[in-house]
């Protein structure tokens, strides 16, 4: 299977760009729109008045302090070692991306490619000599593009979305381009001062509650996933509980056994942290839920009363705001009181559900919010931030930082003596780190509170669209509706019938659903949330499921 919908990359290389670069010819380079024009008499040497006031070292070394061009050394110095034309290709790339965003809709969102398609269209050992930078980017149109899942596609319906916008893909250049490794303040003080700032802001437009801003006892980082957050969060629970000797002596069969709870709805993610902190997934109780799928506050509390009864120590719970299968959102205000009664951590996963929080109209999911110990939310999920941006908050950053902090010699730094400074590698699982607050900084700019508001209502609008219609179908029955952005329901005529509607969605090319079990019944889901998603796509989805019913 091929497509040729785009124009070549490897095309764009060789021509070099076609329009949009900001290029003249002779290769002098307009202003972007927006950047100020030198004043008559001044110099227009890419020193801007930032450097004004700093000591004279630095006023010969330009910093581009906006985005405008900076001004070039006389002999274009290569990126890498290998002389590679960067200007060129990474205009032609940007031109590429934005034609493949435009176009996608042309594409199939599944591809058709068997197992080991991929890999028998490459060659077995690497290239011994560098290739030309042409017959690279000819490979993805070639190799990559059949062979990809498109997320972005308005008919992607399935799981739930990772979704992305032109802000926050330049926000991801841009952060490869500077290649920073923010580990320390010292290593990259933007880094991290700016991950601070967005988190603070982000915390503020979700309506989150005031101790996990920076200036209180806590703080926000930015996480690979939901699945780290709830990790370290773990992590942080089982060092409390135990009063931090875990990190000094292990669990190796000491004090009573710390148990976690989860609902049985709750994501595989928080069975995996449970294991990985080594506290064993038979330790990992699944508590029942009501008819609405949310965890039963009664029978939590129950369970960890047998079992603090028996000895053992109930650590950490996890309260689902939006479950992975049908949006059930857990009694966090009950599930807080049997915290409290048993000194457990209560760690809140909202992971895709959170983002509707950024409507005063939805901000009923986080009842009860205030009383967690930590929060995580995915702006890559729901927020047009390109995976991966995970927002992971904590009630007290100290119970967090002394759990995951080592400090070797080789990292020891006046900063981090001073005490002023956040370190983010003692947040997170690994050391280093990625500039993420970069893309969810440029994607809250661009849009604005309100503009990221206005896509979370527009999917909920065309979810209740589908919705509807199902519910007026007396072929189908709605599963557990939520007001959200997902749709989950199936045949009444049983399993086959919606594994057949499943079938024939996903055949189409033109629309890709998931499923679930629920009540060990399959379901179907349909979880609206693509950027480009309109009216069209549901009905077009609509149309698809009616002729396979
Ligand atoms: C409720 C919930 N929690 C956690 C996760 C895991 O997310 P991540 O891929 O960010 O680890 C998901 C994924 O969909 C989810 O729905």
Redesign the pocket.
Known sequence: MRHTVFSSLAMRGAHGQQHGDGQQPGGQHAPPEGVQQPEAGEADDGLLSVMDGLPPQFARNPLPGTMRPMPRPAESAPVASQAFDFRKHGHAMVDWIADYLEGIERLPVQPAVAPGWVRAQLPAAPPERGEPWERIAADVDRVIVPAITHWQHPGFFA??PATASGPSVLGELLSAGLGVQGMLWSTSPACTELETHVMDWLAGMLGLPAHFLSSGTGGGVI????????LCALVAARERATGFAGTAGGLQGRGPALTCYASTQ?????EKAVRIAGLGAANLRLVPVRDDRSMDPAALRAMMDADAAAGRRPCFVVA?????STHAVDPVPEIADACETHGAWLHV?????GIAALCPEFRGIHAGVGRADSY?V?P??WMLVNF?C?AFWVRDRAALVQALSVLPEYLRNAATESGKVIDYRDWQVPLGRRFRALKLWFTIRHFGTEGLRAVVRRHVALAARLRDRVAADPALELVDPTPWSLVCFRARAGDAATEAILSRVNASGTAFMSHTKVDGRTVARVSVGAPGVAERHVDALWDLIRGAR
Request: glycine share 4%; hydrophobic share 30%; net charge negative.
């Open positions: 799981y739930f996480q690979d996933t939901a699945s780290s957050a709830t709750a994501h595989s993610s928080i689902a705001v939006g479950t992975t996963d909202a992971a895709h559900l995580c995915n890559h999920k991966d995970d």
